[in-house]
């Protein structure tokens, strides 16, 4: 139980794309779905919280209007990487929670990597 | 935040030996933990977590040790195997039931050697 699909898993993009990664929760309800950025060799480092039906919620620094995110529906978040550049290419994860309290673990998908040429 | 040019400490072991991970967290209330495993090219898998009115935990071939005087958290490999070659986390949960609540650390990259 408790699978998280991310799709697609490796983007190669020309510059001024923009790119959109989907995370679905396929056998729960994810009231709350993370997106995380990883750096080769270094730990996760969380972009922003987003809460079905509601704005996410981003870290500092993170720019809201380059990563666009979208909790519509209680198994699906979108991130939108818009207008992408090379500085933009990273692996994204993204986890997701069910229903209850924060003591309990996120669920991971597979990442995608998103190589800006 | 994030850390430019950051190496990740490796631990090297024997097949068949026992590992053992350590990590520090940072914050006294904290009263959740978990270790993940990541593999490259993948998401984080959840292995074992520990509340914090535990000190120990076991799984299959894994324990998880907490040790709350000095905010230390420690993640045991029984025969270690090829397979459990990967990056470790620990994950903190720093409160709040709302919004960010773990916070990882840097991670550990366990070889296993044959």
């Known amino acids: 139980g408790a699978v998280v699909s991310q799709h697609p898993s490796w983007v190669i993009c020309k510059s001024g794309t923009s790119v959109k990664i989907e995370c679905r929760s396929l056998d729960f309800q994810a009231t709350t779905m993370f997106w995380y950025r990883q750096f080769p060799k270094q730990s996760l480092m969380l972009m922003a919280t987003s809460n079905e039906g509601s704005k996410a919620t981003y870290e500092q620094g993170v720019e809201k209007d380059k990563f666009l995110i979208n909790h519509a529906s209680l198994t699906l978040s979108t991130l939108t990487v818009t207008s992408a550049h090379p500085e933009d290419s990273s692996f994204y994860i993204c986890?997701?929670?069910?229903?209850?309290?924060?003591?309990?673990?996120?669920?991971f998908g597979d990442g995608t990597r998103l190589s800006i040429l | 935040g994030e850390s430019v040019g950051l190496h990740l400490p490796t631990l090297s072991v024997q097949e068949g030996d026992n590992s053992i991970i350590n990590c520090a967290y940072s914050?006294?209330?904290?009263?959740?933990f978990i270790w993940y495993k990541q593999e490259s090219g993948k998401g984080p898998q959840f292995i074992i977590d520990?509340?914090?009115?535990?000190d120990k935990r076991q799984g299959q071939r894994v324990t998880v040790l907490l040790n709350k005087t000095v905010k230390h958290l420690s993640l045991q490999i029984a025969a270690t195997q090829p397979g459990d070659s990967a990056v470790y986390f620990c994950?903190?949960?720093?409160?709040?039931?709302?919004?960010?609540?773990?916070?990882f650390g840097p991670g550990t990259r366990l070889s296993v050697l044959p």
């Open positions: 994950a903190e949960n720093i409160g709040g039931d709302y919004g960010q609540n773990f916070v």
């Open positions: 520990i509340r914090s009115n535990m």
């Open positions: 914050n006294s209330a904290s009263d959740y």
């Open positions: 986890s997701a929670r069910g229903r209850g309290f924060s003591n309990q673990p996120q669920h």
